[in-house]
């Protein structure tokens, strides 16, 4: 009971600080004393999704948009100066293949690594175990399922390299 109790008062105490009415500027300040490692100079805006007590790192002078998802069943950890924008999704969990009765198995979970001023456009979703090197662009709508090198632009479904910066 004492750990539930514990586990409503945090979900309200997030989604009083994720609110449109809390102040921008003090919101990466509250997610730190929420459990998170945010750097104090990042930009938060509000209703984003954050599935986890603990796992998220952001960087210094990073930049989250809007109604973002980010599932935190492994830890994600976004470098400085990078950009996430409008409804991007993180995410860290997916399931095994199963049998007839149930294709989704068990859960697995891999954790997102996002390198220093990388843009990830509006809607994009990045997928499990994916790291997107520094100096990245990930189009909007891009669907990430592998690695990204350093200082590319990465777009479609799935995304690719399309051009080098």
Known sequence: MRNRLA???RDLAFA?????????????????????????TALLDPCT??????????????????NCFIDLSA????GDGCVISLEVAL?????????????AGAVTARSIE????????????VLP????????????????????EPNGVYAGVPARRIRDL
């Open 7 to 9: 586990t409503h008062s």
């Open 49 to 66: 999704f954050v599935g986890g007590l603990t796992g998220l790192e952001i960087g210094a002078h990073t930049y989250i948009n809007r």
């Open 129 to 148: 175990g994916v790291t997107i090197g520094s100096g990245c662009i990930v189009a909007a709508g891009a669907v990430v399922v592998r690695d990204c």
């Open 91 to 103: 995410i860290t969990s997916s399931h095994e293949i199963s049998n007839a009765t149930r294709r």
């Open 16 to 40: 009083i600080v994720n609110s449109a009415l809390f102040p921008r500027r003090l919101r990466a300040r509250a997610w730190s004393a929420l459990g998170h490692v945010v750097h104090p």
């Open 114 to 125: 996002v390198g220093n001023g990388t843009w990830i456009g509006a809607r994009a979703t």
């Open 75 to 78: 830890p994600v950890i976004i």
